[in-house]
């Protein structure tokens, strides 16, 4: 592990929690557009947002302090399995990177759950076991779909994939598939954002949250948000750093560009749906992964 | 999938972005809109007609010994502008104003005072004098008014007085 | 009473023996059957099983001043006649009146029954009983309705206040009074197994006003209480202050111009354009798809500005007098009119499927808060609720009034009862809202719109029904001095909200709130009756906490 290394992935970090609730005002901004408002006057919105809620009293509900380990635990998981991309160099974490960004990601979710159940709310119980219920079946998922791209890649790590990777086309776009699906449910965004589901669970996992706690829930969904961006990202940067060579600052500069395009496409799809129910959400996903996975692996045995 | 996303970027192409940057910008109001009140005292005669309508109790009278205020409390008004459908002058008028918020109650207040006539043979106060003076001009045509000016409790006296005096005479 | 004798009515005839007396009143559109308190129920289960009657509401009225008893008016309605049949109990005791109850004839008469209850001590027998509208630190004694508690009477601040009951069930989601999914004030608490719901209760009638009280004291008068009658509702105020002038414009025999008849029309398919908008927005909303929300309203918009372009005013329009409108609508404003209507038809048949093709919204849609024919029917439902059903009801259609006999219009009616057939039978309204629009304006006759020169005898009656957007609104009217002796107001949601237990119970909690929005709930409608202290800050059992904190993962 160079210098370099850690300063570029200590930068996507930084970049992160940046730019996470700039990336949610272009959401705001373009959900706006598309309902025919104006929509957030500045693109800082979000960050204001933010800070007036880090100037606000902490009021901690009654046997709610256990929230703020597993608030802190989301947002540090989230950081940590971002480090494990390859951001122009290799990640620090490589070569063990896949194992890292799959541990760290489960973490992630699984705190975010254990907020809810932590604030004892009967709304956030609630919003914690649909949440519950999504993350079981789409961490499995998302662990298949993982692999499945790094063994189209023919190694099994992200950072070793971008040098030395060969790739075999046809595998690798239907595990992106897969992959893509399970990041975006992650992404906790409608129709998949049964924890939260205002109208029904007014705010569910958030509930209980106010002041600076909510502000930094928000920055926790945010870096969640981000993490499931910059995985799908990282997965189409991979051959292109490996075929065109370009690494360093520049493979910086076009993980961060495809991580925004990926944002931006990710809210839109949330903008033109409806939220689904968690059992319907659960079956739907059901019968869209099995397939995915199996023609994934086939692909990949009979050596497509 | 796409399609919800087709048919949505359609909708919102066609519809363009219809909010505006109120109150930066100049509220959507047409040239019927009804807001608050204004009463020219130059006019009004306090005759109380439009206390009598209102629904709401945003008008009301005051009254003291020489001196009958007309109070209209704008906090209470629901901009129905029955008191401009029934004053008698044309004194209130409808307004499109509507931006109200204040944070002095004053604010929201508009008093009219009108002293009122002394009689001149009692010296209590009774009517409003533009009241008094319109009904004069009015009944002025018909004969001399000799005790218009005159409270109406003292006018039934000298009436009496006087009828005793023709009977008696 | 005005009155004339004339035979009864061919469908009235089962019931003819029990009967004591009839009156026909307010020009064949009502009549009253005067019952013995103990034929009561023989009478109602005649009328509502028999012959097919749908029930409208009931009120009590205090008529210690007129001859020395209590009253019970139980209102009927034969759709197929346009015939309003008013049930007249009359009740002699003075200190505690009572009348057998009618509820297991008539379930929808569950409510009104309790709420006489409350307000008149008027107790009905042979029947569960429990608070409905009085919040529970109300004084016993004091029964506001009656006409020796004086309108500005404030009860002592309670100073106890005991816990809310707990349910029985063990996992208790609260819905209310305060959640996104309402917008108004209301509790449904509901019993969950899992994500299924299994019970529901529901406790309302936390933002009493006493309008009907406020109605009966000194400081209104008939024209007054048109504003009064505007402000039970922001939805459709208008549907209330038109049912209110009807109601004494009918019992006083006030001459209305025709001109304002249309207007009046007219101005009641605007509000009903921007209300079934806004539900669809809402509806979009709740299902979590924004951009409908967005896009409804932006249509909608345009009817809100039709509207003060033509009343003054965005909402509580503020047009109706006793006798008539207080604006005309020129024929300069005509063209404008025509191409809001032609930019709102446009607007909604997008905007409309648009949202019904999202997957997501139709999946939560279709099948979902199913109201079986037979519930809605032996619940007396309305509105679009009683439609979806398959019940063919619509008071424009079954008792015409206004200007409703001279256009035509199609009612949609959907046999499936579930939350899509509702949406469905909404979004058709919205246009047939249009064309009645165009030819109220095609038709409308000259003259003058408002007749200032009425007077009005006390003591006489009249039942009025105005089709709200979110079904039949029910206004009963006795004419006092100078302003009304008895108001009762039915709001269509006081007839639909106990529709929603059936509609609830074996659904997806995920769906309880698209279901709850189904019936287009407008709660300060459903609350309007009493005079409460605010200031005490204690209304009910508020629920401030979720009651259980432990819910049955399943």
């Given at each position: 592990m160079s210098f370099i290394n850690l300063a570029?992935?200590?930068?996507?970090?930084?970049?992160?929690?940046?730019?996470?609730?700039?990336l949610d005002t272009v959401d705001r901004k373009l959900r706006a557009r598309l309902h025919s408002?104006?929509?957030?006057?500045?693109?800082?919105?979000?960050?204001?947002?933010?800070?007036?809620?880090?100037?606000?009293?902490?009021?901690?509900?009654?046997?709610?302090?256990?929230?703020?380990?597993?608030?802190?635990?989301?947002?540090?998981?989230?950081?940590?399995?971002?480090?494990?991309?390859?951001?122009?160099?290799?990640?620090?974490?490589a070569p063990l990177d896949l194992l890292y960004l799959i541990m760290f990601s489960a973490a992630a979710h699984a705190s975010f759950i254990l907020i809810a159940v932590s604030s004892g709310n009967v709304y956030a119980v609630i919003g914690g076991f649909r949440e519950f219920v999504l993350v079981s079946v789409n961490e499995v998922a998302y662990v298949l779909g993982l692999t499945a791209v790094?063994?189209?890649?023919?190694?099994?790590?992200?950072?070793?994939?971008?040098?030395?990777?060969?790739?075999?086309?046809?595998?690798?776009?239907?595990?992106?598939?897969?992959?893509?699906?399970?990041?975006?449910?992650?992404?906790?965004?409608?129709?998949?954002?049964?924890?939260?589901?205002?109208?029904?669970?007014?705010?569910?996992?958030?509930?209980?949250?106010?002041?600076?706690?909510?502000?930094?829930?928000?920055?926790?969904?945010?870096?969640?948000?981000?993490?499931?961006?910059?995985?799908?990202?990282?997965?189409?940067?991979?051959?292109?750093?490996?075929?065109?060579?370009?690494?360093?600052?520049?493979?910086?500069?076009?993980?961060?560009?495809?991580t925004i395009a990926v944002w931006v496409i990710h809210a839109l799809i949330a903008a033109s749906l409806g939220r689904s129910r968690v059992g319907v959400a659960v079956k739907t996903l059901i019968s869209l992964y099995i397939p995915l996975t199996l023609l994934a692996y086939t692909l990949l045995l009979f050596g497509v | 999938?796409?399609?919800?996303?087709?048919?949505?970027?359609?909708?919102?192409?066609?519809?363009?972005?219809?909010?505006?940057?109120?109150?930066?910008?100049?509220?959507?109001?047409?040239?019927?809109?009804?807001?608050?009140?204004?009463?020219?005292?130059?006019?009004?005669?306090g005759c109380g007609a439009c206390v009598k309508a209102c629904p709401s109790n945003a008008l009301t009278i005051r009254e003291s010994m020489d001196v009958r205020e007309l109070v209209y409390f704008a906090g209470r008004?629901?901009?129905?502008?029955?008191?401009?459908?029934?004053?008698?002058?044309?004194?209130?008028?409808?307004?499109?104003?509507?931006?109200?918020?204040?944070?002095?109650?004053?604010?929201?207040?508009?008093?009219?005072?009108?002293?009122?006539?002394?009689?001149p043979i009692c010296g209590k106060h009774f009517v409003p004098q533009p009241l008094g003076r319109y009904v004069c001009e009015k009944c002025a045509k018909g004969g001399v008014p000799t005790y218009m000016m005159v409270c109406p409790e003292c006018r039934r006296k000298v009436g009496v007085k006087k009828m005793i005096r023709c009977k008696g005479g | 009473m005005n009155q004339h004798k004339d035979p009864l009515p061919e469908r009235l005839r089962p019931i003819e023996s029990l009967i004591r007396e009839w009156l026909w009143i307010d020009r064949g559109r009502t009549i009253m059957l005067d019952v013995k308190r103990e034929n009561l129920v023989e009478v109602a289960r005649g009328l509502y099983k028999e012959i097919g009657a749908f029930f409208k509401t009931c009120a009590g009225v205090d008529e210690r001043p007129l001859w020395g008893g209590y009253a019970v008016h139980h209102i009927f309605g034969i759709d197929e006649e346009g015939l309003d049949v008013v049930v007249y109990v009359r009740i002699p005791e003075k200190d505690y009146p009572w009348v057998p109850s009618i509820v297991r004839e008539v379930p929808a008469a569950d409510w009104c029954e309790l709420e006489f209850r409350d307000l008149l001590g008027i107790d009905p027998r042979g029947r569960l009983t429990q608070r409905l509208v009085l919040p529970d630190d109300w004084p016993e004694e004091v029964k506001p309705l009656r006409k020796d508690v004086p309108y500005g009477y404030r009860p002592p601040r309670a100073e106890e206040t005991k816990p809310a009951e707990v349910g029985m069930y063990p996992s208790g989601v609260p819905v209310g009074p305060y959640h996104p999914a309402l917008h108004e004030p209301e509790y449904f608490e509901l019993y969950v197994e899992g994500e299924e719901v299994v019970d529901v209760r529901y406790r309302g009638f936390h933002v009493h006003r006493g309008i009907e009280k406020l109605a009966e004291s000194p400081r209104f008068d008939y024209n007054k209480v048109t504003f009064l009658a505007e402000r039970i509702c922001g939805i459709c105020g208008f549907v209330h202050s038109c049912a209110y002038v009807m109601a004494v414009e009918r019992a006083g025999k006030v001459e209305v111009p025709e001109r304002a008849e249309y207007i009046r029309a007219l101005l009641l398919e605007v509000e009903r354009l921007h209300s079934h908008l806004l539900w669809l927005g809402v509806a979009a909303h709740l299902l979590g798809y924004d951009a409908g929300f967005m896009h409804a309203w932006r249509v909608r918009e345009k009817t809100m500005i039709l509207a003060e372009y033509l009343t003054g005013s965005r909402k509580t329009y503020g047009m109706n007098l006793v006798g008539g409108v207080r604006k005309d609508i020129t024929p300069e404003k005509v063209p404008k009119i025509l191409k809001v209507l032609e930019e709102v038809a446009k607007g909604t048949k997008k905007v409309a499927d648009m949202i019904v093709s999202v997957p997501q919204v139709r999946k939560r849609l279709e099948g979902t808060g199913v109201l079986r024919k037979s519930d809605a029917a032996a619940l007396s439902v309305v509105g679009p609720v009683a439609r979806a059903s398959g019940l063919n009801r619509d008071v424009r259609k079954d008792y015409p009034y206004l200007a409703y006999k001279d256009v035509s219009f199609k009612v949609p009616v959907y046999s499936e009862g579930d939350n899509l057939s509702r949406t469905l039978v909404r979004v058709e309204e919205i246009f047939e809202s249009i064309e009645i629009i165009k030819q109220l304006l095609d038709r409308m006759p000259p003259g003058e719109v408002l007749n200032e020169e009425w007077d009005i005898e006390p003591g006489r009656y009249a039942v009025t029904s105005v089709e709200a957007p979110r079904g039949e609104d029910t206004h009963l009217l006795i004419t006092g001095v100078g302003r009304?002796?008895?108001?009762?107001?039915?709001?269509?949601?006081?007839?639909?909200?106990?529709?929603?237990?059936?509609?609830?119970?074996?659904?997806?909690?995920?769906?309880?709130?698209?279901?709850?929005?189904?019936?287009?709930?407008?709660?300060?409608?459903?609350?309007?009756?009493?005079?409460?202290?605010?200031?005490?800050?204690?209304?009910?059992?508020?629920?401030?906490?979720?009651?259980?904190?432990?819910?049955?993962?399943?």
């Open positions: 570029l992935s200590l930068a996507l970090l930084g970049v992160a929690v940046a730019i996470a609730p700039i408002r104006i929509g957030p006057p500045t693109i800082l919105q979000t960050w204001y947002d933010i800070a007036k809620l880090l100037r606000k009293e902490i009021v901690v509900s009654e046997g709610g302090a256990a929230v703020i380990v597993p608030l802190s635990m989301t947002a540090a998981s989230a950081l940590l399995a971002l480090s494990s991309l390859p951001p122009g160099m290799p990640s620090p974490f790094a063994l189209s890649t023919g190694v099994l790590s992200f950072s070793g994939a971008a040098y030395y990777g060969d790739f075999r086309p046809i595998p690798y776009i239907v595990s992106f598939a897969l992959l893509s699906l399970c990041l975006y449910v992650s992404s906790a965004r409608i129709p998949f954002d049964l924890g939260e589901a205002e109208p029904e669970l007014a705010s569910g996992v958030l509930i209980e949250l106010s002041g600076p706690l909510l502000a930094f829930g928000i920055i926790s969904v945010l870096l969640k948000r981000f993490l499931a961006a910059a995985v799908t990202a990282t997965a189409i940067a991979l051959p292109i750093m490996r075929y065109s060579g370009v690494y360093g600052l520049p493979g910086f500069g076009l993980l961060l560009g495809l | 999938m796409v399609k919800p996303i087709l048919k949505l970027i359609t909708v919102a192409k066609e519809a363009g972005v219809v909010t505006r940057k109120y109150p930066y910008d100049s509220p959507l109001l047409t040239e019927e809109f009804r807001g608050k009140i204004e009463i020219d005292a130059s006019i009004c005669w008004c629901i901009f129905c502008g029955r008191c401009a459908d029934v004053c008698p002058t044309g004194a209130i008028k409808v307004t499109k104003e509507f931006e109200l918020a204040t944070e002095e109650l004053e604010d929201l207040e508009q008093v009219v005072i009108h002293r009122k006539v002394k009689c | 009304p002796y008895r108001w009762r107001v039915r709001a269509p949601t006081y007839a639909n909200i106990p529709a929603l237990r059936p509609m609830l119970r074996g659904q997806e909690l995920a769906d309880a709130p698209i279901t709850i929005a189904s019936i287009d709930p407008c709660f300060s409608c459903t609350d309007r009756m009493l005079v409460i202290d605010v200031r005490t800050g204690k209304r009910s059992v508020l629920v401030t906490r979720p009651q259980v904190k432990v819910v049955s993962l399943g």
